[in-house]
C-alpha cells in the first residue's frame, strides 16, 4: 500500500478508535510496509491532528510500545463553538415558562451532540474515568457523545425501573429547586463496584439532581471524577449543593416579562 | 500544503460531515491547491473509503459541482458485525423475567451503539429522510448514531410531557405485548409538519410501540419512510402490527425454564 492511501486509511482507523492503543508491527503488518515507514505516516497524521486542533498521538516506547489517538479538541476550537453557542441560545423565543430555555434542537442535532461531547471530553481527557453516567432523558445524548470520544461504556440512571434491566438499586432525594422528593434507579449489574465515573448532563440548577446522582453512585462506592454540563443556571448559584463541575454555559439574568435572557461562557475555560 | 498532509485533512472532513455537500473551489482555497490536485486527493479518499467498506465519494458536477461523504457500511462489515451481536446476544444469562433479553451493556457500549448506526443507516441511505425519531429511553443513542451517519436531527418521543419543552400533541395507545392504555408525547415545536421519519429503537415485540408512534405522528402529517430496529422478537410474528421494517437480529426461541436462547440475523440481509 502506497503512503497516500495508507495515511487515508490511518486516519479513519484513529477516528473510529479514539484512546485504542495499537501496535506499531500490527500497523506493519495491515499496511505490508516497515516500520520506518509507518512512523513517518503517524508522524504526519499527528501534526495534522494538532493543526486542526482536535487532538494527538500519544506513542509509547518499549515492549508494549504502540501508538493511540488522544482526543483534545483545542482551546480555540472549544472557545469559537462556545461563541456559537451562546449566541444560538441567546434568542428570546427560547424562553419557557419557569425560566426554562427550549434547547431541544440544539440536543437534537447529532453534530451540536457530538461537538459538546468533544468539548466536554477534552476537560476530562487527563482523567481516570471508567464509565461515563447520566440521568434519563436529556443528557443522553451528550453522555455517549462524552464516553464516545472517552472510550468508555454509558451508564444510564432511571427514574423508574424496568422490567428489561434486572434488579436495581434506587433511592430517593430531594430535588434542589422544586423540593419534591424524587426516586432514582440503577440496575445492579450496570456498574461495577468502585468505578471511575464522570457524570454528565444537559442542564444544572440548584444541582438536585447530579447529587441525587452521586448519593446512589455512593451505594455502588463510584468515585465520581467529574461533572460536566452543558448550561448552568446562574440565579442558582448561591443554593448550588454542587461544588465542582464543568459548565460550556451559563444562562443568566431570564426575564420572562421583558423576554430577554443573557447567555454567557461557563466555567469550562 | 502537501498531498499527504491534505489527504488527512479531507479524511478527518469527510468522517466529521456526512452526507454534506462541499464545492471543490472551497477545498482549493482552503488548502491554496489547483483543482487538478484536489480532484487526484478526492479520488485517493474514495478508493480506500470503498476498500475499507465504510463508504464512498458521491461527485456532483456542474455549477452546483462538489462532493459529499455517503457513508455506506459495506454488506461483508454488517454481516461481520451483525453475527458478532448474535454471538453475543445468544449468552443465556441475557435471559430475563419474562423473556426479555439484557441488552443494557450493548447499548451502553458507544462503539457498539455507533456500529448499530451505521448498519441501519445505510439500510436508509437511499431514502429520503429529514428526521429520526425514537421513543425514551433505550432507543435514544441508536438514534442519534443513526441520524449521525445520515446527517439529521433526531426527535424524541416520551412517555411524559415535560415543562422544558413547551406545548405537546399526545395520543393513547394500547401495547401490543401488555394491552395496557399508555401515552405519548411529542412537543409541538419538535417536528415540522410533513416531515420524513425514519423511526429507530431497540426492541420491537408485538409492534404496539412503534404503531403507537405512526399514529402520533401522523398529527404532525409525518411519512414515515422506514422503520429500524436492533432485535425484534420471533414469537410475537403472528400478531405483529408493523408490516415493513428493519431488524438487525431476531430473537428466537426463548426458554426460560432451560435457560436457552436463539439469536439469528434478522431481516437486515
Redesign the interface.
Known sequence: MK???R???L??YF?E?PKEHTSLPSFSDKYKAAKSSISEDLS??D???Q??G?GYLQTLSGVSGGVSFIPDFSRENSNQFIDELCHTLQDSSRI???G??????IL????M??QIGRVLASAFSHLEIDVVVTV???G??LA??T??VL??????V?RDPK????SSVSINYVSGSSRKIQTMVL?K??LRDGANVCIIDD?MKAGGTINGMTSLLGEFNAKVQAIGVLAEADDEEDEREVDSFTSLVKIKNVNMKQKTIEVRHGNFV
Open positions: 503512503r497516500s492511501d495515511l487515508v486509511s486516519m479513519n477516528l478508535n504526519i497524521v501534526r495534522i491532528m493543526e486542526e482536535i419557557l415558562p419557569g426554562y430555555l427550549y434547547m431541544s434542537d437534537g442535532d447529532p453534530k451532540v457530538n434519563a432523558t436529556k443522553i445524548p455517549y457523545a464516553a464516545s472510550n468508555v461504556p454509558v451508564v444510564i432511571r422490567v428489561t434491566e434486572g440496575p449489574r450496570s442542564f
